[in-house]
């Protein structure tokens, strides 16, 4: 959607006049460029030297720090359950799902990456399940310049994990095996798992001065990618 400006201040007409620099200067012809203003709005800038505001909320990955799922993979885990006195009852086991997360910088400003999950939304959390319905993500404190990229680092304990309904005097085969990651695994809720806020952390990302994004908005600058293994493509979840 194209705008009609109408000047009724001298903070739109700076606006106006920093807009149309950046068309008759700046911008190469047959090309577009996304534009972050001092008071953080996206404008985008088109090759036939219009513009038009460039929503934050629209899914667009231009000007947006962009998380993508590049594997998944569905991990066996078996044991052996006992009674109170150590006596052997049966094996059980755990599929986990492990996945690659990674952050690729499109805004025009470096970024500090922080905390972030991914979700299951096809189970609510219990805590007297044993199973575990999200994977905590940390970026560790990565500063990512322009149109670079981080894997983040999962958690070595919080992992999205389903415990199966496997009770066996013998260890499972490698077909009860194959049967058990098809039944718990990564595809058994493929496309139910969404981006959510940490627990541990209100933000994701952070931007320097600069930019003029402060951290109560800088949310509007994340989004999931749908071009992953696994699509991120549904709004991210807040507490």
């Known amino acids: 959607m194209k705008f009609k400006i109408f000047l009724t201040s001298p903070t739109c007409f700076t606006k106006i006049v920093y807009i149309l620099f950046f068309l008759v200067f700046c911008l190469p012809l047959n090309a577009s460029e ?13 090759a036939d030297k219009t513009w038009e505001y460039f929503e934050p909320n629209l899914q667009s990955e231009s000007g947006k720090v962009v998380l993508s799922i590049t594997e998944a993979v569905s991990k ?10 150590e006596k052997f009852k049966h094996y059980a086991s755990n599929v986990g799902c492990e996945y690659r997360l990674k952050a690729t910088n499109n805004t025009r400003y470096p970024v500090k990456l922080g905390r972030i999950d991914v979700k299951r939304t096809d189970v609510a959390f219990d805590f007297s399940s044993p199973n575990i319905t999200a994977t905590q993500f940390n970026g560790e404190g990565k ?5 670079e990229s981080h894997f983040l680092e999962p958690n070595l304990i919080a992992r999205i994990r389903t415990k199966t309904n496997q009770k066996s005097s013998q260890p499972a085969n490698d077909n009860e095996i194959k049967k058990y990651k098809q ?4 595809g ?13 952390s209100s933000q994701f990302i952070s931007f320097p001065d600069e930019a003029k994004v402060s951290n109560s908005t800088s949310w509007n600058f994340v989004i999931g990618s749908e071009n992953g293994i696994e699509p991120l493509n549904k709004p991210i979840v807040f507490w």
């Open 34 to 46: 996304i534009v972050l203003l001092k008071d953080g709005q996206l404008v985008k800038l088109n």
């Open 76 to 85: 066996f885990s078996e044991f052996k359950v006992t009674d109170d006195f």
């Open 143 to 147: 500063i990512l310049q322009q149109g």
């Open 183 to 186: 039944e718990f695994g990564c």
């Open 188 to 200: 058994s809720f493929s496309g139910q798992v969404v981006l959510h806020e940490s627990p541990l």
